[in-house]
Antibody, heavy 116, light 109 residues
Framework: EVQLVESGGGLVQPGGSLRLSCAAS????????MKWVRQAPGKGLEWVSY????????YYADSVKGRFTISRDNAKNSLYLQMSSLRVEDTAVYYC?????????WGQGTLVTVSS | QTVVTQEPSLTVSPGGTVTLTCASS?????????PNWFQQKPGQAPRTLIY???NKHSWTPARFSGSLLGGKAALTLSGVLPEDEAEYYC?????????FGGGTKLTVL
């Protein structure tokens, strides 16, 4: 069974940093592209970042470019999102999602709250 | 700034048929945008229904179908059930960035 479990969310002050993790199981992690998507409270979905299976290709949304870094450790079946210079508008539930046949599986999300 | 536009809200009767659409500010949506459709119910993570325009996952109910219609991506629900009441999002691929539509709130009434 494919499972994606996010962790690392919490309350952080503006300007602070946080590292999100996504633990994957039930499939060959290194063979799949992965993405981060966020959803601000009461708002729609926003694509944040993409990483290929080998980490050779990475993309970021303009809203997070230069502040967020996506990475993965295929030996640990884990995806990461290092977030720095956090802003109030980064407050959201952050989901990791797998690309198999198109987008397929999603995690349950982890809440990041940026507030003083 | 690329914008993907969906109907903000639609209402359908149980057993009826409804079509949700997804338009791109850059022009006609084609298969090269690899449209995906997602369903999200309150308090839940999104669930992927359709990928690459019209392909279904193993968990996608048969009453959901995807297509291209009049320069837009479309999601059609036939024989709507009360449990289909949810927010629906489309997603288009722009060669590196992906852009979600704003979502359609589907009410079954």
């Amino acid at each position: 069974e494919v499972q994606l479990v996010e962790s690392g969310g919490g309350l952080v002050q503006p300007g602070g940093s946080l590292r999100l993790s996504c633990a994957a199981s039930g499939f060959t992690f290194s063979s799949h592209e992965m993405k981060w998507v966020r959803q601000a409270p009461g708002k729609g979905l926003e694509w944040v970042s993409y990483i290929s299976g080998s980490s050779s290709t990475i993309y970021y949304a303009d809203s997070v470019k230069g502040r967020f870094t996506i990475s993965r450790d295929n030996a640990k079946n884990s995806l990461y999102l290092q977030m720095s210079s956090l802003r109030v508008e980064d407050t959201a539930v952050y989901y990791c999602a797998r690309a198999g046949s198109g987008w397929d599986y999603w995690g349950q999300g982890t809440l990041v709250t940026v507030s003083s | 700034q690329t914008v993907v536009t969906q109907e903000p809200s639609l209402t359908v009767s149980p057993g009826g048929t409804v079509t949700l659409t997804c338009a791109s500010s850059t022009g006609a949506v084609t298969s090269g945008y690899y449209p995906n459709w997602f369903q999200q119910k309150p308090g839940q993570a999104p669930r992927t229904l359709i990928y690459s325009t019209s392909n279904k996952h193993s968990w996608t109910p048969a009453r959901f179908s995807g297509s291209l219609l009049g320069g837009k991506a479309a999601l059609t629900l036939s024989g709507v059930l009360p449990e289909d009441e949810a927010e629906y999002y489309c997603l288009l691929y722009y060669g590196g960035p992906w852009v979600f539509g704003g979502g359609t709130k589907l009410t079954v009434l």
